[in-house]
């Protein structure tokens, strides 16, 4: 078995094929190898570059949050005559306060809610007030 080199490949053939002019015909005898990708191989960097991903620091307003809480905690011990007036005072600070930081959105829902248990309590003194006088 020989070898012929055609259209760049090595293509096996064998006397078998020989024609009777005298001239060879190549026969492949196997496929050819599958496709291979180069691997390449770059370059050493001289100066690498550095890439940093900073996360953008998120903006919270304690002061905002902690108004919200207190004034939820008003609102539902808004039949406690002396300790929701602490809390609740303590709360329209708070959010008060908050309102003027970003971001605003739990310090004006403190300040609402403070608003709302202002009108609870001047209704329960009023309540317990009638009820002293009635008596």
């Known amino acids: 078995m020989s070898q012929e080199e055609t259209n760049g490949q090595n293509v096996p053939t064998t006397e078998q094929n020989v024609p009777a002019t005298g001239q060879r015909v190549p026969t492949p005898q196997a496929a050819p190898p599958p ?23 998120k903006e919270t307003n ?46 004006i829902a403190g300040l609402i809610i403070s608003l709302i248990v202002v009108i609870i309590i001047v209704a329960v003194v009023g309540a317990i007030a009638t009820a002293f006088l009635a008596s």
């Open 35 to 57: 496709y291979q990708n180069p691997v390449y191989i770059a370059p050493p960097v001289q100066n690498p570059t550095y890439i940093i991903n900073q996360q953008p620091v």
């Open 62 to 107: 304690g002061i905002g949050t902690a108004g919200f809480v207190l004034a939820l905690i008003a609102l539902f011990l808004s039949w406690v005559p002396v300790l929701d007036w602490i809390v609740w005072a303590l709360g329209l600070i708070f959010s008060f306060i908050g309102v003027f930081r970003k971001p605003k959105g739990l310090a």
